[in-house]
T-cell receptor, first 114, second 111 residues
Framework: DAKTTQPPSMDCAEGRAANLPCNHS???????VYWYRQIHSQGPQYIIH?????ETNEMASLIITEDRKSSTLILPHATLRDTAVYYC???????????????WGLGTSLAVNP | DGGITQSPKYLFRKEGQNVTLSCEQN?????MYWYRQDPGQGLRLIYY???????QKGDIAEGYSVSREKKESFPLTVTSAQKNPTAFYLC??????????FGSGTRLTVV
C-alpha cells in the first residue's frame, strides 16, 4: 500500500496562498491522491482528489507532478477558518469489493495567522 | 440534507461496561467504516462493511464488534475487552467512485 509523507506543521499568513506538499513516491498508476482536512474535534472533510491531471474546485487546487511522486494542495487565499490538519492520502483497493480502504498518516497541521 | 449522524457526541463509560456508538447515513452509500483517533495521531481503521450483512476487521478490531443489518446503520460496540477505549471515534461512508463522508465523531471517555 502506498504511503504518504507530509511536513508535520506549516504556517501561513491570512490572505496568502497556502501550499501544502505531499510525497507519495510509491504510488501506483491507478491510485488517486485524496486530500482531506480536519478541524479540531470534528470529522475530516473532503477537499479534492486527482489521478494525474491538476484539479481545481471551489476550495482548493491540486497540483500533481508529472511522475506522480508528489503533489501540492493550494489554498489560494487562506483564512483563519482554514486552520486545520490536512491529510494527503493515496487510495488503495480494498481486499474485497469495490470500495476503497484509505490509509491515513499524521497530516500537516496548518496554522493561518492574522 | 444527506449526511452521516453519529450519536452521542460525548460518552462516558465505566470500566468493564460495553457501550454502543450509533452511526446512521442517508446517503445511500454501500460502504461504511469505523475509525479511532487518538490525540496527535492519524485515523486507524477498526471495522468496515462493504454491503449489508457483511463486515471485515480493520487494523485494530480487537475489543470491538459491529453489525450491519441495514444499509443506513453501522453501530459499533466497544466491549470490556478493549483495554484502552478512551478515544475519538469516527464513522464514514463511501461509494466506489466517491471519497469518504465522515460523521462529526463521538468522544468516548472511560471513568
Amino acid at each position: 500500500d502506498a504511503k504518504t509523507t507530509q511536513p508535520p506543521s506549516m504556517d501561513c499568513a491570512e490572505g496568502r496562498a497556502a501550499n501544502l506538499p505531499c510525497n507519495h513516491s510509491t504510488i501506483s498508476g491507478n491510485e488517486y491522491v485524496y486530500w482531506y482536512r480536519q478541524i479540531h474535534s470534528q470529522g475530516p472533510q473532503y477537499i479534492i482528489h486527482g489521478l494525474k491531471n491538476n484539479e481545481t474546485n471551489e476550495m482548493a487546487s491540486l497540483i500533481i507532478t508529472e511522475d506522480r511522486k508528489s503533489s501540492t494542495l493550494i489554498l489560494p487565499h487562506a483564512t483563519l477558518r482554514d486552520t486545520a490538519v490536512y491529510y494527503c492520502i493515496v487510495r488503495v483497493e480494498a481486499r474485497a469489493g469495490n470500495n476503497r480502504k484509505l490509509i491515513w498518516g499524521l497530516g500537516t497541521s496548518l496554522a493561518v495567522n492574522p | 440534507d444527506g449526511g452521516i449522524t453519529q450519536s452521542p457526541k460525548y460518552l462516558f463509560r465505566k470500566e468493564g461496561q460495553n457501550v454502543t456508538l450509533s452511526c446512521e447515513q442517508n446517503l445511500n452509500h454501500d460502504a461504511m467504516y469505523w475509525y479511532r483517533q487518538d490525540p496527535g495521531q492519524g485515523l486507524r481503521l477498526i471495522y468496515y462493511s462493504q454491503i449489508v450483512n457483511d463486515f471485515q476487521k480493520g487494523d485494530i478490531a480487537e475489543g470491538y464488534s459491529v453489525s450491519r443489518e441495514k444499509k443506513e446503520s453501522f453501530p459499533l460496540t466497544v466491549t470490556s475487552a478493549q483495554k484502552n477505549p478512551t478515544a475519538f471515534y469516527l464513522c464514514a461512508s463511501s461509494t466506489p467512485s466517491s471519497g469518504y463522508t465522515f460523521g462529526s465523531g463521538t468522544r468516548l471517555t472511560v471513568v
